[in-house]
């Protein structure tokens, strides 16, 4: 049992160009999140889903791009990265409970610097 | 915009002692408050607080929530140097989303 899995752990990128964060989850959650922390800073949603096939923005979604083809899978597209987007990302998920409950299960988190 | 604030954003202490941690929110459409500890990776659940007045305890941590304030507070009892981490915390609103609005955090340091 793997829980939330993102990958890479750490990426160097240099402005203008392109990546993705993989983010893949095998708890069966309906609800998956990405996160942003700056540091000395909480987190900051970018974009959220609900289910296969819906996303949504969060507070800070400028810049990034989402997709959501299958339940287990929730990449993080930045399309031309900036210095501002250095942070450590996290991608997080919850299962669907009947309390509503939002525990979050995170990933371990990935290391972003843009120079 | 929702927001939550805490104080203070940092706090060093030594081994022994009790600290307490605010933690203030303004969240359209209120549903829980949730707290967790980092210690240098990804958040660790601590506790959900939907109740007001309604103390949850776990070891020597315990939150309780004052929805007529909007606050809550975590108190951490004969700290130990492995208390050492960020604690943040979380206003949840209700609705299909559940999304969360994270405090900064408050950087508690305990000292041998």
């Known amino acids: 049992n793997a829980g939330v899995t993102q990958t890479p752990k750490f990426r160097i990128l240099k402005i203008g160009q392109s990546m993705t964060l993989q983010c893949t989850q095998d708890m069966n959650h309906n609800y998956m999140y990405w996160y942003r922390q700056d540091p000395g800073m909480g987190l900051k949603l970018i974009y959220y889903?609900?289910?296969?096939?819906?996303?949504d923005k969060g507070e800070v979604p400028n810049g990034y791009n989402v997709s959501r083809s299958t339940t287990e899978d929730f990449p993080l597209r930045l399309e031309l990265a900036a210095p501002s987007q250095t942070s450590v990302y996290f991608c997080?998920?919850?299962?669907?409970?009947?309390?509503?409950?939002?525990?979050?299960?995170f990933g371990a988190g990935s290391r972003l610097t843009v120079l | 915009e929702d927001k939550v604030v805490q104080s203070p954003l940092s706090l060093v202490v030594h081994e022994g002692d009790t600290v307490t941690l605010n933690c203030s929110y303004e969240?359209?459409?209120?549903?829980?408050l949730l707290w967790y500890k980092q210690e240098k990776k990804a958040p660790t659940f601590l506790f959900m607080l939907?109740?007001?007045?309604i103390e949850k305890k776990s070891g020597r941590l315990s939150s309780i929530l004052d929805k007529k304030e909007l606050f809550s507070i975590l108190n951490i009892t004969a700290t130990q140097t492995g208390d050492s981490a960020v604690y943040l915390c979380?206003?949840?609103?209700?609705?299909?989303?559940?999304?969360?609005?994270f405090g900064s955090g408050t950087q508690l340091t305990v000292l041998p």
């Open positions: 889903s609900v289910g296969a096939g819906i996303t």
């Open positions: 979380a206003g949840m609103r209700s609705g299909s989303a559940r999304q969360l609005t």
């Open positions: 997080a998920s919850t299962e669907t409970g009947i309390s509503g409950a939002n525990v979050l299960t």
């Open positions: 969240v359209t459409n209120f549903r829980s």
């Open positions: 939907t109740s007001s007045g």
